[in-house]
């Protein structure tokens, strides 16, 4: 069974910066395309990143010049760099990827003080 861990959220001020990391175990993840989501109370999740298995990016537009989405093969991981963070990031972000809909994880909290 597959598992999603999330981690590096925290609560920091507005310009900051946070490293979300994802790790997936119980399949390998270097031929999926995998993704970072965001969700905000009573909203749907929303994909705000993917990344192919060639390493090609996309974003959404706001984050885009601010977040990078990366991975990791041999460590069944990706992670989210977040730069100039603002208040309007704020959410729970959550990886998975959307060629598979794998049962999602905990989430990792990010919360922006202005």
């Known amino acids: 069974q597959v598992h999603l861990v999330e981690s590096g959220g925290g609560v920091v001020q507005s310009g900051g910066s946070l490293k979300l990391s994802c790790t997936v175990s119980g399949t390998w993840i270097n031929i999926y395309r995998m993704a970072w989501y965001r969700q905000t109370p009573g909203q749907f999740r929303e994909m705000v990143a993917t990344?192919?298995?060639?390493?090609?990016?996309d974003y959404i537009d706001f984050i885009k010049g601010r977040f990078t989405i990366s991975r990791d093969n041999d460590k069944r991981s990706i992670y989210l760099q977040m730069n100039n963070l603002r208040p309007g990031d704020m959410g729970t972000y959550f990886c998975?990827?959307?060629?598979?809909?794998?049962?999602w994880g905990q989430g990792t909290q990010v919360t922006v003080s202005s």
């Open positions: 990344i192919d298995p060639t390493g090609s990016t």
């Open positions: 998975n990827s959307p060629d598979r809909s794998w049962p």
